[in-house]
């Protein structure tokens, strides 16, 4: 069996920002609400005109990844790429972005959907095809334009999300390497469905117009069952993967947990009894871009130095189906 390591990342959020006191204007909140509930200050909002769509977002995050993995575009084997709501239905959001990167090697191409969970999915099934020997580089991909099923005259969700990107490139690494993907977990509890929906412009619900007059055509969520249960899987799904490879926190140098709310990162890491000091944090910048948090949040911190070669990286996510999952790896 082979290991595989993560050689690049990048990530992307659209320029234009949207500030609590921005959203204070559209909806009935205030920033004071919003910063002691979820500890978010900020969030980036696309821009069609500027190709900011998934697959135009992730061209950016990609391409960075790509470099820093010392790669060309067409050493990319297979993409996977989470998105909640994808540039369209078919063809997939990956095969656009194989296009946008100039990827003429023919590369396989799938889309994953599991919500705010998809790229731990996504760096999932990649560790198991670099493990069989299938790829050798793969392209795991988590963008959001989550600005488009948002339901901008509903204060309790629009002020969680933001857009954005983050990309890994995953590799075969060689023999002498220590870095690699130790354990993963994930899980799906449907019991749950109805608690984070976008019910309405899929084949089961077309968007009609009386859809559209009621304003349905937005995602809808009980938030407090979906705080509840975040922290509750999270925290065993880390913990699982702890014990089954004979680790303790103290092994852990960074806990990067899915960035949707701080109450739910805070929460999360006490459950653990992991120091705050080793939990990775920047929601209050970007609030929840549902799978692009964790490899965007990684990036920013390999970029500024925290994250380096030799630590180990625990990273849990979740989200609506409900899916969670969490990964433990040595960088
Ligand atoms: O990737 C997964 C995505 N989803 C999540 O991560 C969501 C998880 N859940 C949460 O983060 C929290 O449950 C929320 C931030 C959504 C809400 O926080 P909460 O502490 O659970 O508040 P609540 O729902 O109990 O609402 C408290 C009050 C309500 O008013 P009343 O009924 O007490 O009068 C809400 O109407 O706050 C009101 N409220 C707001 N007020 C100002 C809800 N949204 C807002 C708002 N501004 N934006």
Not at 43 to 50: A, G, M, Y
Not at 202 to 209: F, I, L, N, R, W
């Amino acid at each position: 069996m082979y290991q595989s390591k993560i050689t690049g990342t990048g990530k992307y959020h659209p320029e234009k920002v949207l500030t609590n006191d921005d959203l204070s204007k559209m909806v009935d909140t205030s920033d004071e609400w919003i910063i002691q509930r979820t500890g978010i200050k900020e969030r980036r909002q696309s821009d069609l005109t500027k190709d900011e769509f998934p697959s135009g977002m992730a061209y950016h995050s990609a391409k960075e990844a790509i470099e820093n993995a010392l790669l060309k575009p067409n050493d990319i084997e297979i993409i996977v790429f989470s998105a909640s709501l994808p540039d369209m239905l078919f063809p997939n959001t990956a095969s656009c972005l194989q296009d946008k990167l100039g990827i003429t090697n023919k590369c396989a191409c799938i889309d994953v959907n599991a919500a705010c969970t998809g790229w731990v999915y996504g760096m999932t099934m990649a560790n198991s095809l670099i493990q069989t020997g299938v790829y050798k580089n793969i392209l795991v991909v988590g963008t959001e334009m989550t600005s488009t099923f948002n339901n901008w005259e509903d204060r309790s969700t629009c002020v969680l999300f933001g857009d954005g990107s983050g990309s890994v490139v995953l590799s075969r690494a060689d023999d002498n390497d220590t870095a690699k993907i130790y354990d993963s977990v994930l899980s799906s509890d449907s019991s749950k469905l109805d608690a984070l929906i976008l019910p309405n412009g899929g084949s089961k619900s077309p968007v009609t117009a009386e859809i559209l007059e009621k304003r349905e055509q937005y995602m809808s969520m009980d938030g407090q069952v979906i705080f509840k249960n975040a922290v509750k899987t999270m925290s065993s799904h880390c913990a699982t993967l702890l014990k089954r490879n004979n680790l303790t926190l103290d092994d852990i140098d960074w806990f990067i947990p899915h960035q949707a709310n701080l109450r739910i990162i805070e929460t999360t890491g006490q459950l653990l009894k992991c120091p705050p000091e080793k939990v990775i944090v920047n929601v209050e910048k970007y609030a929840n871009t549902s799978s692009a948090s964790i490899p965007a949040a990684l990036h920013e911190a390999v970029i500024d130095g925290r994250i380096k070669r030799g630590q180990k990286l625990l990273f849990a996510a979740f989200g609506a189906g409900l899916t969670s999952g969490a990964m433990l790896l040595e960088f």
